[in-house]
């Protein structure tokens, strides 16, 4: 409710209907800030508790993060006689 552009104008019956209504809405508007911040606290809380992992969860063990460990470099395997095809003896002459 949007009270009118001249307070003056009204009369004092009419002031007090105002009143009554804005006050109204403020305990509303109060009441809906408290289960706001409560619901805030609770947020807050969750934030507040360690991240999952499959130690501490249901969560399977192929979804938890790795770590950047030292880990070596895979080195090549050997290749095996015929893996590749051979040089053309002539390479730039036409089949």
Do not use: C, F, W, Y
Not at 30 to 47: D, F, H, I, P, T
Not at 64 to 80: P, R, T, Y
């Amino acid at each position: 409710m949007a009270p009118p552009a001249d307070l003056t104008r009204l009369s004092p019956s009419e002031k007090d209907t105002l009143i009554t209504a804005l006050l109204a809405r403020v305990e509303v508007l109060v009441a809906r800030v408290g289960a706001l911040e409560a619901e805030n606290a609770v947020l807050q809380e969750k934030l507040a508790l360690p991240p999952k992992t499959p130690d501490n969860s249901s969560k399977p063990s192929s979804l938890s993060v790795k770590g950047n460990g030292e880990s070596k470099a895979k080195q090549k395997g050997k290749v095996h006689a015929g893996a590749h095809r051979p040089a053309a003896s002539q390479p730039d002459a036409a089949a």
